[in-house]
Nanobody, 126 residues
Framework: QVQLVESGGGLVQPGGSLRLSCAAS????????IGWFRRAPGKEREELSC????????YYEDSVKGRLTISRDTAKNTVYLQMTSLKPEDTAVYYC???????????????????WGQGTQVTVSS
């Protein structure tokens, strides 16, 4: 059974850092690309970054470029999202999701993702 479980969220002060984890089961990260998304209060979900089945990475949102690092540990079958210099506007629920088709590179299309985690709340506030 395919499952994605996010963790690592929490309350952090502005300027702080967090590392989110997306533990995958039921498939291998060597087969599917994984994206990180977020939904801020009152806003639509947006895709932040993706790591392909080959390990290549891409970042989509200008507002987070330079502050996010996506990575993976294939031995643990886990994808990470390291976030630094956090701002109040980064407050959101963060989700990871799996590309619908195997051996598909990252493309910015939410419709191409099927399995989603339950999300982890990140709150940036003093």
């Amino acid at each position: 059974q395919v499952q994605l479980v996010e963790s690592g969220g929490g309350l952090v002060q502005p300027g702080g850092s967090l590392r989110l984890s997306c533990a995958a089961s039921g498939f291998s990260l060597d087969t599917y690309s994984i994206g990180w998304f977020r939904r801020a209060p009152g806003k639509e979900r947006e895709e932040l970054s993706c790591i392909s089945f080959r390990g290549s990475t891409i970042y989509y949102e200008d507002s987070v470029k330079g502050r996010l690092t996506i990575s993976r540990d294939t031995a643990k079958n886990t994808v990470y999202l390291q976030m630094t210099s956090l701002k109040p506007e980064d407050t959101a629920v963060y989700y990871c999701a799996r590309k619908r088709r195997s051996y598909t590179y990252c493309t910015r299309s939410e419709a191409e993702y099927d399995n989603w985690g339950q999300g982890t709340q990140v709150t940036v506030s003093s």
